[in-house]
């Protein structure tokens, strides 16, 4: 018979914010689950034939300590009777929803992000949502009962094609939005039981932790002291995609920034570019100081009209992230676009006495901790200088930028 926690109160149990899983008492197996998300729901572990079952009783505080303590009684006297009250219920939910069947794991995927579409920082992170279910969940388990979703059918879906191992980072992001979609199917009525593709405590019995995985693979960069030769290089180098990579050198931004940049976030009297927050990564707003070097590279672009893109395709709109990789590839320069913000970080830690706090700013690296807390200046003037000194270093001598060719006229 299993062990009888000690009894605890209402008041107890309302302080109850860490999350994990609290047995409250009195009635063998009931349990108060705490999430992450702050989200608390009431458990009972009861033995069910051979099997250890996990049965819903419902969210606090919408259902009771003394609600949950007397239906958890009537669950385990029906056991007692030899019957599976889990089932009895699930049979009692598909009646009430019409006899219609439990929808599929694709259905509550799709319903979960239509409810939480307000929460995306941006529309590419709901397409990323979409496409890495669609890619790797769906196949597996798109078309099965979300209530028939188990621990085993989850490991599948990460372990498949080997994705835990060689897509660490992407099989990591997976496993918490199946998380996250079970979560809400639970909430909804239609699942019970713990989440099977929770990390703590569940899965990270099953699967190695992905920082023991590998070593941080970090992106290929070019020595600070082969930069000046190299951008005399990419200077000579026509079209908008050259441009657009010296431009990014520049200013250390991040690809998608450079190229989804519009004339509309460019201040080119004031020397400011504005990124607004729903395309950064930390979602902040992020004001970028623009070197002379850096302007001399916008003015050879135009400017035009504030909507249009800065560095535009040849058939409109946003370059790609391989248009600019292409170029380095023609140069047949061993780096990535995003690995020349680390040749930015090692020259100014390097080369400068710039503190560190101005650098990280810089790169739009968001702060931890006590410095976050206290942090109120984005340390625009100080970063200005830096950015000066780092064009300088990259542009001696003549910082004169070859024009993109213009189409002759047909």
Not at 275 to 291: C, F, N, Q, T, Y
Request: aromatic fraction near 6%; charge should be positive.
């Amino acid at each position: 018979m299993p062990k009888i926690a000690k009894e605890l109160s209402a008041i107890r149990v309302a302080r109850l914010t860490r999350p994990g899983l609290y047995a409250v008492g009195v009635v063998p197996g009931l349990h108060l689950q705490v999430l992450p998300s702050g989200a608390r729901s009431w458990v009972l572990r009861v033995q069910i034939g051979s099997r250890r079952r996990d049965m819903g009783l419902g969210g606090y505080p919408a259902v009771s300590l003394a609600q949950a303590r007397e239906d958890a009684r009537a669950a385990r006297a029906k056991v007692r009777e030899g019957i599976d009250p889990i089932e009895e219920r699930k049979a009692a939910q598909r009646a009430l929803r019409g006899r219609q069947a439990t929808p599929t794991f694709r259905e509550c995927a799709q319903r979960y992000m239509a409810a939480k579409a307000v929460e995306f920082r941006n529309p590419k992170h709901a397409a990323q949502w979409r496409s890495t279910l669609a890619t790797y969940a769906y196949p597996v388990i798109g078309d099965l009962a979300v209530d028939q979703v188990e621990l085993q059918h989850v490991i599948d879906v990460l372990t498949r094609d080997d994705l835990w191992m060689t897509r660490t980072e992407t099989a990591s992001r997976l496993r918490g939005r199946i998380e996250a979609v079970l979560g809400w199917a639970t909430v909804s009525g239609y699942r019970g039981g713990d989440n099977p593709a929770r990390w703590k405590g569940h899965l990270d019995k099953a699967l190695p932790a992905p920082r023991k995985i590998q070593s941080r693979t970090h992106f290929a960069a070019l020595p600070y002291t082969d930069l000046p030769d190299f951008m005399a290089k990419l200077r000579q180098r026509e079209g908008t995609a050259a441009r657009a990579l010296e431009f990014a050198i520049l200013t250390a931004a991040r690809s998608g920034e450079v190229r989804g940049a519009t004339w509309g976030e460019i201040d080119l009297d004031a020397g400011i570019w504005t990124i607004p927050g729903e395309r950064m990564k930390a979602g902040k707003e992020h004001r970028v100081p623009l070197s002379d070097a850096a302007l001399g590279v916008l003015r050879a672009q135009g400017p035009k009209a504030p909507d249009a893109i800065v560095f535009p395709a040849p058939k409109g709109g946003a370059l790609s992230d391989m248009t600019l990789t292409a170029v380095l590839r023609r140069m047949k320069v061993d780096a990535t676009v995003h690995g020349f913000r680390s040749t930015f970080r090692d020259w100014a830690a390097d080369q400068t006495s710039f503190p560190r706090e101005v650098a990280e700013q810089a790169l739009a690296h968001t702060l931890q901790g006590v410095e976050a807390a206290y942090r109120r200046s984005d340390l625009f003037e100080k970063r200005r200088n830096l950015m000066d000194a780092w064009a300088s270093y990259c542009t001696p001598g003549s910082a004169k930028v070859t024009p993109i060719k213009r189409m002759a006229a047909k």
